[in-house]
């Protein structure tokens, strides 16, 4: 069956620093990969989505990649600050049942001031 | 827009009891979702649909039924509520296949004692 793993359940940083989270996979070809933040009590909120045939992707201070070979994604948040604190998780569709996905465990995300 | 609402948002119910989590969303959504979110376990997929009046299975079934008899709604029943269904349950719908965002609603926080 599909895994998801994200390496970290928690991440410490500085704010100004750049955040790198890592999801791997296995046992699946994906056809894209999500990125959500989820903050305390509220629901997912979609950040990107990078397809198989896609190296990397930009949205602001945010960069995500996605290497097909090694099974993994990279999500850099850049000059990151306070209001980046949250919890991210990755997800990979599951291709054949209607954009249904399978989530990571996620990684919780602190920058101190 | 109100987007994904999700009725009620807190429920206590006791082992035995049934109820019913209503899931709506005013984008004219094809895809809706249910999943459940519980402590080091992620997001994990309940039931699906990908359109009205059609239903599927996900990850964990097991205990629960679903109805999409509009659009706009989703059902998620609970026949025999059981202490291991103690969860935070979150609906999510996604406009079909061509857009792969899926919209969150807040949240259903239940207690099954």
């Known amino acids: 069956s599909q895994k998801i793993e994200q390496n970290s359940e928690a991440l410490n940083i500085q704010e100004g620093k750049t955040a790198t989270l890592t999801c791997n996979y296995t046992?699946?070809?994906?056809?894209?990969l999500q990125w959500y933040r989820q903050d305390p009590g509220r629901g997912p909120v979609f950040l990107l989505l990078?397809?198989?045939?896609?190296k990397e992707k930009r949205k602001e201070r945010l960069k995500v990649t996605f290497d097909t070979t090694l099974k993994q994604s990279l999500f850099h948040i850049t000059a990151s600050q306070p209001a980046d604190s949250a919890t991210y998780l990755c997800?990979?569709?599951?291709?054949?049942?209607?954009?249904?996905?399978?989530f990571g465990k996620g990684t919780t995300l602190s920058v101190s001031s | 827009n109100a987007g994904v609402t999700q009725t009620p948002k807190f429920r206590v119910l006791k082992t035995g009891q049934s109820m019913t989590l209503l899931c709506a969303q005013d984008?004219?959504?094809?895809?809706m979702y249910w999943y459940r979110q519980d402590p080091g376990m992620g997001l994990r997929l309940i039931h699906y649909?990908?359109?009205?009046?059609?239903?599927a299975k996900g990850e964990v079934p097991d205990g629960y039924n679903v109805s999409r008899l509009k659009k706009q709604n989703f059902l998620l029943g609970l026949e025999s509520a059981a202490p291991s269904q103690t969860s935070v349950y979150f609906c999510?719908?996604?406009?079909?296949?061509?857009?792969?965002?899926?919209?969150f609603g807040p949240g259903t926080r239940l207690t099954v004692l």
């Open positions: 046992n699946y070809s994906p056809a894209y």
């Open positions: 997800a990979l569709d599951i291709a054949q049942a209607g954009t249904a996905l399978i």
């Open positions: 999510a719908s996604v406009r079909d296949r061509a857009y792969n965002e899926q919209f």
């Open positions: 649909s990908v359109g009205e009046g059609t239903t």
């Open positions: 984008m004219n959504h094809e895809y």
């Open positions: 990078i397809r198989e045939n896609e």
